[in-house]
């Protein structure tokens, strides 16, 4: 089983809009700092967003504003609401959880590209 599995990346003209999600399994999820990071060819994976258990949330000043992380405990499931999108937010996304038990860990997602056009 893949413990994070995305969806929703794609084609997108500047200004646009769209919804990634992020499914994630219970276990995983309930204890986790749910992420969205991104990466462009070359470059380092940035942060663009985290969740926390309890709903706290921070994100990387280039977003703040356009983008609105939240999860769903019900569903076990994360999401990251793009909106105004700017050619610069082009690059492959990826999911993430990060949780300790005894020793921190990292999970992560297979990616989905988001590609905005101008």
């Known amino acids: 089983q893949v413990p994070l599995v995305e969806s929703g990346g794609g084609l997108v003209q500047s200004g646009g809009s769209l919804r990634l999600s992020c499914a994630a399994s219970?276990?995983?999820?309930?204890?986790?700092?749910m992420g969205w990071y991104r990466q462009v060819p070359g470059e380092q994976r940035e942060l663009v967003a985290t969740?926390?258990?309890?709903?706290?949330?921070n994100y990387a000043e280039s977003v703040k504003g356009r983008f609105t992380i939240a999860r769903d405990n019900a569903k076990n499931t994360v999401s990251l609401q793009m909106n105004s999108l700017k050619p610069e937010d082009t690059a492959v996304y990826y999911c993430?959880?990060?949780?300790?038990?005894?020793?921190?860990?990292?999970?992560w997602g297979q990616g989905t590209q988001v590609t905005v056009s101008s």
């Open positions: 993430n959880a990060n949780f300790t038990i005894i020793v921190p860990f990292d999970v």
């Open positions: 219970e276990t995983i999820f309930r204890v986790s700092i």
């Open positions: 969740i926390a258990p309890g709903d706290n949330t």
